[in-house]
């Protein structure tokens, strides 16, 4: 459109300035001027037309510029974005990644599950738990892959009726498989808060609720077996304070009751402060070389007189043979002790107790053997004397006790040493009571 104006304008324009020029040249008559005139006027108006076409055609440029411009900001937001987006997803996969791995490296049960109740993220313990192989589970219906119902109804519920975080105690199993888990149901809400997917999460709690009830049959035991001393303790010195006692027979009568019984009361507490310290790590332990057949000999020394009592022999069958442990000595002779005291305590008068250490080369163990010909325990009850307080009721009548010398002996061995405990018996005819100590090998004792 530009060029074609100029095509009109500039030969117009020509003749115009030539008619124009004649004027001066000699041209002077009236049509003349008129037509130089008129001439004038039609190049002026051309001129002026001309100028206000390249006006609107600067300002065309000027749109055009500017809607570049526009376009360009459009890229390079576009482009911006794109960027961001793709941070976005990084971000995101990242997110996902340690979610993951958070997830594999809990070792609680955690289930993911979206608004169908299908699975969409689970770990090792829950395949475990559920009986299912994780890998090849995903997006299926956690009805059709959980054989633990009760569990699958409980996420359903919690998504159903939309609450945020649940607690519940469940337990799974029968006998002595019941297994008590801690179990939390959180419901995971989208934007337009619709339930998009629930969480659960299994704490196995079995272990806490066993240490709890056992902690809670310990405190009833010991106070039960402290009442009983000091309740003598305390009636014999009333006794005493109001005169009950007349002659000097009587009061000595009742002292030493109140002596045998605070003695039993000092027992018992040393048993248990023993305990509670070997069960709860803080016991100072010092090993060193020792040999299990010196501690048996001086255990049946310090026995002897005890065993004399009762006309009961005991015999030594040990040879003497040095380092052949590493063990804390006063540990190891308390065990000693522990034994050889029940076996003249549970033998009725004029028995006989027989004490064994050998060396097992083929299990690399030291083994003590204290066999009694005494009352004996029964079959059923004879898992049960290692426990905390357990005292065979049949035997109660030959001697007093607290029930807790054999756990006192287990806890030294098995938890100090690493060591074992075992028993024999038959009713009537005797028992035998023992323990392994881990050898010390020939190289170790060279590195020491
Ligand atoms: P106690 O202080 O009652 O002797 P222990 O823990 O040493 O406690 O022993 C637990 C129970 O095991 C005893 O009460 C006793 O009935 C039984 N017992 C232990 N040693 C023998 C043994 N050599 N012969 C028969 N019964 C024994």
């Not at 971000?91 to 979206?114: F, G, H, M, W």
């Not at 070389?289 to 049946?300: E, F, G, Y």
Request: proline share 2%.
């Amino acid at each position: 459109m530009f060029g074609k104006h100029y095509i009109l304008v500039i030969p117009l324009a020509l003749i115009c300035l030539l008619l124009f020029a004649a004027v001066p040249l000699g041209g002077t008559n009236l049509l003349e001027i008129l037509v130089c005139l008129s001439a004038f006027g039609v190049t002026g108006g051309l001129l002026w037309y001309l100028f206000m076409e390249r006006k609107s055609i600067f300002v065309q440029v000027e749109s055009l510029k500017n809607d570049y411009k526009g376009q360009r900001d459009k890229a390079s937001q576009c482009s911006k974005e794109t960027k961001d987006l793709r941070l976005s997803v990084q971000l995101l996969k990242r997110q996902k990644r340690n979610t993951e791995a958070i997830i594999y490296s809990i070792p609680d049960v955690v289930i993911v599950t979206d608004a169908s109740d299908r699975l969409l993220m689970a770990n090792e313990p829950a395949g475990e738990f559920l009986g299912f192989d994780v890998k090849d589970t995903m997006l299926k219906p956690l009805d059709e892959l959980a054989e633990k119902k009760e569990l699958v109804k409980l996420i359903r519920n919690s998504r159903t009726t939309r609450v945020r975080h649940v607690k519940h105690e469940l337990q799974f199993g029968s006998g002595d498989n019941i297994r008590i888990y801690n179990c939390i149901v959180s419901c995971i809400f989208d934007d337009d808060d619709h339930v998009c997917g629930v969480v659960t999460i299994l704490h196995d709690i079995s272990r806490e609720k066993e240490i709890s009830q056992m902690k809670n049959e310990f405190v009833g035991h010991v106070s039960h077996e402290l009442k009983t001393p000091l309740a003598s303790i305390t009636a014999y010195a009333e006794m005493l304070v109001d005169g009950e006692a007349a002659d000097e027979k009587t009061r000595k009568e009742f002292y030493s009751i109140i002596q045998s019984q605070a003695q039993r009361l000092n027992r018992l507490i040393e048993d248990i402060l023993n305990i509670s310290r070997i069960e709860s790590g803080l016991i100072k332990v010092h090993k060193e070389p020792v040999s299990t057949a010196l501690i048996v000999r001086d255990a049946v020394q310090m026995i002897k007189s005890y065993a004399a009592e009762k006309d009961i022999k005991v015999e030594d069958q040990t040879a003497v043979v040095f380092d052949q442990v590493s063990a804390d000595k006063d540990m190891i002779s308390q065990v000693v002790i522990n034994l050889l005291s029940n076996a003249v305590k549970y033998t009725p008068n004029g028995g006989k107790v027989a004490v064994n250490s050998e060396v097992d080369e083929s299990q690399q163990v030291v083994r003590v053997t204290i066999t009694d010909t005494g009352v004996g325990i029964s079959a059923d009850e004879l898992t049960r004397v290692f426990d905390k307080f357990y005292r065979v009721k049949a035997n109660n009548k030959c001697a007093k006790g607290t029930g807790l010398g054999l756990n006192l002996v287990k806890q030294i061995v098995e938890k100090v040493h690493q060591g074992r405990v075992f028993v024999t018996s038959e009713v009537g005819k005797g028992s035998s009571f023992g323990f392994e100590l881990p050898l010390i090998t020939a190289e170790k004792t060279i590195i020491k």
